[in-house]
Nanobody
């Protein structure tokens, strides 16, 4: 069974940086699409960035140029480097995985594609 555990959240000043990590355990085969989502208080969960087996990435507009998603080869770990943080980046950040196996499915930020979720790590940005 796939398990995801996030770490690296915390507090930062506006303009600062944080790096989130997500460790994946459990066996998967074929394609594994991994992503970061976030949920601010009173708002719906939204996609932040995804990364496919081949390293191709997708970013939502509000983080382009500021956040970078990456992973270790073998997909045991996922990272989110967050630079130029803004107060509106304050949210609970979740790591997610979609096990596509050999299916030809897009690795994007469609929440319904992701069956595996971590517990989340809180990011708070102050002005």
């Amino acid at each position: 069974q796939v398990r995801l555990v996030e770490s690296g959240g915390g507090s930062a000043q506006a303009g600062g940086s944080l790096r989130l990590s997500c460790v994946k355990t459990g066996y998967t085969y074929g394609r594994l699409c991994m992503a970061w989502f976030r949920q601010a208080p009173g708002k719906e969960r939204e996609g932040v960035a995804s990364i496919d087996n081949d390293g191709s990435t997708t970013y939502t507009d509000f983080v382009k140029g500021r956040f970078t998603v990456s992973k270790e080869s073998g997909e045991s770990s996922l990272y989110l480097q967050m630079n130029s943080l803004k107060p509106e980046d304050t949210a609970m950040y979740y790591c997610a995985a979609a096990h596509f196996g050999y299916a030809r499915l897009p690795c994007n930020l469609e929440e319904r594609s992701f069956a595996y979720w971590g517990q989340g790590t809180q990011v708070t940005v102050s002005s």
